[in-house]
């Protein structure tokens, strides 16, 4: 079974694929620069075992953003797991060919969601990941990963708006019913929610300009759904686990061979010993 672990600014998201290709389980967890391995690596073994899952767990990946949290899994993987992660970069197998100025600026989780695009859905497509930040990945209709959008997240915006006013206060993310607020948290819901809303519908108008046809729209991340109630036209696809698909058809493209060459020799192995 396959560990793909997605390491974000705030969170990170990690999953168990079986050899089928299924998903079997996901959990989030905060990204904490001040733990240890020892911490994560007790976590992620306690998290498998309560899942019964970690005796059955033989290869995993890493996607990162947050460079000292990717040594630190890393770590833990090899000491809790005895796994040596692949640790995804801009110089991996990929299913898209990276067309930037800089390819090694792109960010391992945007090159995860570009390749899940280029693989499971009709293109050209715009992959919106709401997080942190809210970014956009664009694949053209030739498995080009041609660039995108980053943009501050609704979390961003709700803090903003509180850390920097003396009156405003912190608030719940939720679509709001209107887009005229009658008191002060309906009023910034509305500008956060509805705002963002507008801009990704307007944003998504102006790459298709650019591409010069309709694309495939995917959402993913934890306010998709909000944000779909706000939308005239909204997503074609809300994927929730979108970057996770990503990552997993990045090993089978980056270690699959090696995978099947472990098997071979176990098998060869095995009737060895029967011999």
Partial sequence: MLLVIDIGNTNTNLGVFADNGELQKSWNIASDTSRFEDEYGILILSLLKNSNIAPHIDSAIISSVVAPLCE??????????????????????????????????????????????????????????????????????????????????????AKSLSRFTSKLPKLKIEAPQNAIGKDTISAMLSGIVRGHAAMIEGMIEQCEEELGQKATVIATGGYSCVLFDTMKRGFDYINPSLTLEGLKILYGMNCGECENDKQNNLKSTETAALL
């Fill in 72 to 157: 630190t899994y890393k770590t833990a993987l090899e000491k809790y797991l005895n796994i040596t992660p692949f640790v995804l970069s801009h110089k991996a197998k990929l299913p898209v060919k990276i067309d930037l100025k800089q390819p090694k600026e792109a960010g391992a989780d945007r090159l995860a969601n570009a390749s899940a695009a280029a693989v499971l859905y009709k293109l050209p497509a715009i992959v919106i990941d709401l997080g942190t930040a809210t970014s956009f990945d664009i694949v053209d209709e030739n498995k080009n990963f041609i660039g995108g959008i980053i943009a501050p997240g609704l979390k961003i915006q």
